[in-house]
């Protein structure tokens, strides 16, 4: 088979060293989701500092496909994105946004849409300040959830269709897959609990019975249920303008990472590293 030159609009994600000591990239590609190129040259190589994560533009490649070879030749940056270095929390999200995609095998494929909503949330997360880079982040992983299909249903219950009244809080069960009204997030919870399970007599829909607060686990609350429908229509770098108190905003967390887990089909190691600086 003969060799060929390929140029791949691209993201670097990720930089590690092969058993032989050469440099391997993994890039997020517009044309063909993940791929894994070689850098040759030493620590001090042009090519090596310019293809390093998290740098985007177009990858020329080599390509010997009767060795499923390929080896980066040149690396023409357009943004290089060297503003997420500054905080702490910004690499760790820019980190999260790039395991991400790889568990994901590049978003599962839309890859050209894929790759200009990566490079539009690493530019959210560049501009925005260091304690403010949850929202690009979870407006990342909500419109990640989205394009790979597995967005929950947000505007009525996931067990009666019930629809919750605007403005309301609402619980997510991740058992259920899907958002509770109270009546079926009660009749859930005896079911688990293997508690008596029957619903004679309890009345469906809204009001009576325990408070939604007494299901903290998966509590979206009414501020972070107005933050996910607004933000639909929001840029990254408007989404993090929009303040959440503390604790919407780590309920909103606990339910998009959990969903972010589920999306990838594997744990996060950048969620448990994360825990400390959350
Ligand atoms: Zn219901």
Do not use: H
């Not at 090519?47 to 390929?70: H, I, M, Q, T, W």
């Not at 995609?101 to 050209?112: A, E, Q, R, S, V």
Request: charged share 20%; aromatic share 8%.
């Amino acid at each position: 088979m003969p060799t060929r030159n390929i140029v791949y609009e691209s993201l670097v994600l990720r930089a590690r060293e092969s058993p032989g000591g050469d440099r391997i990239l993994c890039l997020m590609t517009a044309e063909s989701g993940i791929q894994d190129v070689f850098v040759f040259g030493g620590p001090k190589s042009k090519l090596r500092s310019l293809a390093s994560p998290y740098s985007s533009g177009r990858a020329f490649v080599y390509l010997d496909p009767s060795r499923d070879f390929r080896k980066l030749s040149d690396f023409e940056v357009n943004e290089s994105f060297t503003g997420l270095r500054e905080g702490l929390k910004k690499i760790w999200a820019a980190g999260l946004v790039a395991e991400f995609l790889l568990k994901t095998n590049g978003g599962g494929g839309d890859f050209p849409e894929v790759l200009e909503l990566s490079r539009a949330a690493m530019r959210g997360l560049e501009s925005c300040r260091d304690e403010e880079a949850d929202y690009p982040l979870l407006l990342y992983l909500w419109r990640m959830i989205d394009l790979l299909g597995l967005l929950p249903e947000t505007e009525s219950c996931s067990a009666c269709g019930l629809p919750f009244p605007p403005g309301a809080e609402r619980l997510y069960s991740f058992a259920a897959g899907g958002f509770l009204c109270p009546a079926c997030a009660r009749a859930e919870e005896s079911g688990r609990s293997g508690e008596n399970g029957s619903r004679e007599g309890e009345s469906r829909g809204w009001g009576g019975g325990r408070s939604l607060a007494e299901f903290p686990s998966y509590l979206l609350s009414a501020g972070a249920a107005r933050w996910l429908s607004r933000s639909a229509a929001l840029s990254f770098a408007e989404a993090s303008s929009v303040g959440l108190d503390a604790a919407s905003l780590a309920g909103l967390k606990a339910l998009v990472f959990g969903l972010a887990r589920g999306a990838a089909d594997a744990p996060l190691a950048s969620l448990s590293v994360g825990v400390g600086i959350l």
